[in-house]
């Protein structure tokens, strides 16, 4: 049997890499960036075993035979990530739109809304809920 074979029955029913692999990944890079600039020993060792941890969790996951476990693991992962993502994504997008348009949440439901930029209040009806609320823009 050829190697290639060899590894692809080895790797066959096992989880795999995911978004929480790549941010692990990322993790394990940091620690290993920011140990370049560390002298102080009782520090080192503890990014060490945080790096080794991490490396080590990775490869579990990656060789782990309980997929619906690792899913679930991910799944909780990736609805931090996206919360954050969004987070950022909208402040960007706040910062882009400053001249022309104000972002308002809407007091029902609490999707964000992207309104002209008119100073004062403005009656309002939400997109997603399709509710009346009454929006302030200030400047
Ligand atoms: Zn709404």
Redesign the pocket.
């Known amino acids: 049997m050829r190697f290639r074979d060899r590894l692809a029955r080895f790797f066959y029913g096992r989880y795999g890499i995911d978004g929480l692999y790549y941010a692990l990944f990322v993790t394990y890079f940091i620690i290993w960036c920011v140990l370049l600039f560390i002298d102080f020993i009782p520090v080192r060792l503890a990014l060490y075993a945080l790096q080794t941890a991490t490396l080590a969790w990775m490869i579990f996951r990656v060789l782990s035979k309980n997929i619906w476990a690792r899913r679930k693991e991910n799944e909780a992962f990736m609805k931090i990530f996206r919360a954050v993502k969004n987070f950022f994504v909208l402040q960007k997008n706040r910062i882009r739109d400053f001249k022309s348009y104000r972002y308002v949440k ?1 007091t ?2 609490k ?1 964000v809304l992207r309104l002209p930029k008119r100073k004062g209040e403005h009656p309002v009806i ?1 997109p ?2 399709k ?1 009346r609320f009454t929006a302030k823009v200030r400047f």
């Open positions: 809407c029902h439901c999707a939400c997603r809920c509710k």
